[in-house]
Antibody, heavy 119, light 109 residues
Framework: EVQLVESGGGLVQPGGSLRLSCAASGFTFSSYDMHWVRQATGKGLEWVSAIGTAGDPYYPGSVKGRFTISRENAKNSLYLQMNSLRAGDTAVYYCARGYGGIPGYFDYWGQGTLVTVSS | DIQMTQSPSTLSASVGDRVTITCRAS??????LAWYQQKPGKAPKLLIY???SLESGVPSRFSGSGSGTEFTLTISSLQPDDFATYYCQQYNSYSPELTFGGGTKVEIK
């Protein structure tokens, strides 16, 4: 059974940093592109970053230069390093497995981890 | 960036109704479109990919159609479990960036 379990969310001050993790199981992690998608309370879904099987990262303009996605295949883990956090980054962050190449779509999602940026 | 516009934003319907949700892309995305269902407090669930391909395990009352810039998600006979928010998502292969529609909330009438 495919499982994605996020961790690392919490309360952080504006300008601060946070590192999210996603533990994957039930599939060959190294063979799949992986993504982070976020959702502010009561709002829609926003793609945050992707990483290909070769470790190639992709970002939208809203987080480029502030967020860094990485993966550690030996540990079946995905990470998101978030720096220079702003109030607008407050959201539930989901880890998702990609399918169909980059950009692709998402066939499995984690349960999400809440990031709150506030003083 | 490719913008995705869903309509309506909210839809009130009864059990047994046929429901149609529309998603329009700001430029052609061929058939690179997915649909998701999300219930409160839960992660989205994939329903449809490549505009009309039904994900394994998804009930056949869900169907998708369209290509280019206009797409639809149809629920042929709305069931109690279907009251949720639905999102479309484009994944045009010409760009690594993907975008979601704003969502359509299907409510009980």
């Amino acid at each position: 059974e495919v499982q994605l379990v996020e961790s690392g969310g919490g309360l952080v001050q504006p300008g601060g940093s946070l590192r999210l993790s996603c533990a994957a199981s039930g599939f060959t992690f190294s063979s799949y592109d992986m993504h982070w998608v976020r959702q502010a309370t009561g709002k829609g879904l926003e793609w945050v970053s992707a990483i290909g099987t070769a470790g190639d990262p992709y970002y939208p303009g809203s987080v480029k230069g502030r967020f860094t996605i990485s993966r550690e295949n030996a540990k079946n883990s995905l990470y998101l390093q978030m720096n220079s956090l702003r109030a607008g980054d407050t959201a539930v962050y989901y880890c998702a497995r990609g399918y169909g190449g980059i950009p692709g779509y998402f066939d499995y999602w984690g349960q999400g981890t809440l990031v709150t940026v506030s003083s | 960036d490719i913008q995705m516009t869903q309509s309506p934003s909210t839809l009130s319907a009864s059990v047994g109704d046929r429901v149609t949700i529309t998603c329009r892309a700001s430029q052609s995305i061929s058939s690179w479109l997915a649909w998701y269902q999300q219930k409160p407090g839960k992660a989205p669930k994939l329903l449809i990919y490549k505009a009309s391909s039904l994900e394994s395990g998804v009930p056949s009352r869900f169907s998708g159609s369209g290509s280019g810039t206009e797409f639809t998600l149809t629920i042929s006979s709305l069931q109690p479990d279907d009251f949720a928010t639905y999102y479309c998502q484009q994944y045009n292969s010409y760009s690594p960036e993907l975008t979601f529609g704003g969502g359509t909330k299907v409510e009980i009438k």
